[in-house]
């Protein structure tokens, strides 16, 4: 990605290809942990290799790394996103992926979260319309309640095998 003055910092940008150039930012500044809310992922160009790669990377840089995922419903990741899918066989101790029940529904924003620092926030699911940071915990922290909130409404994890007999 060039440098792009429509990329500025702490500011509401529009377009899917700068909210995608954002979330590779702020997953490329990740050391330790990432938290990442969204409806599906099916916005931000997460099956990309691109996306792939960032991931893989932060998984595999740091001993102590960890990425929680939290949906409202896995079936893009899980039928679109196979390369994000196969990193839980590889990362399973250090990823996980969960999904809401019905209670949080009702929420149209996504973001993710950086190291309690970085962040980029997706305002409503269905507009291109975002704010990104590096080095802003004041707003990481409020965004860090809200995911801890959400993670008391997870109803199911997945996993890469069907659970049973």
Do not use: W
């Not at 050391?31 to 599906?40: A, K, S, V, Y």
């Not at 992922?41 to 792939?52: D, E, M, Q, R, V």
């Not at 009702?106 to 979260?113: G, T």
């Not at 590096?134 to 997870?154: G, M």
């Amino acid at each position: 990605m060039n440098s792009n003055v429509e990329l500025a910092p702490n500011r509401i940008i529009l377009g899917e290809h700068l909210y995608s150039d954002a979330i590779d930012l702020v997953l490329a500044s990740a050391q330790q942990e990432l938290l990442i809310f969204d409806q599906d992922l099916s916005h931000g160009n997460f099956a990309s290799l691109k996306k792939f790669t960032l991931l893989q990377e932060f998984l595999s840089k740091n001993i102590t790394s960890q990425l929680s995922i939290i949906l409202q419903d896995a079936t893009f990741f899980q039928e679109k996103c196979p390369r994000l899918f196969d990193l839980l066989t590889a990362y399973g101790h250090k990823m996980s992926v969960h999904v809401t029940n019905s209670s949080v529904k009702h929420a149209k924003d996504c973001f993710i979260l950086a190291d309690g620092q970085h962040y980029v926030k997706r305002i409503h699911i269905d507009q291109a319309r975002f704010k990104y940071a590096l080095n802003d915990k004041v707003s990481v922290e409020a965004l860090n309640n809200r995911f801890e909130e959400i993670k008391e409404a997870i109803q199911d994890v997945v996993t890469i095998k069907p659970l049973g007999l």
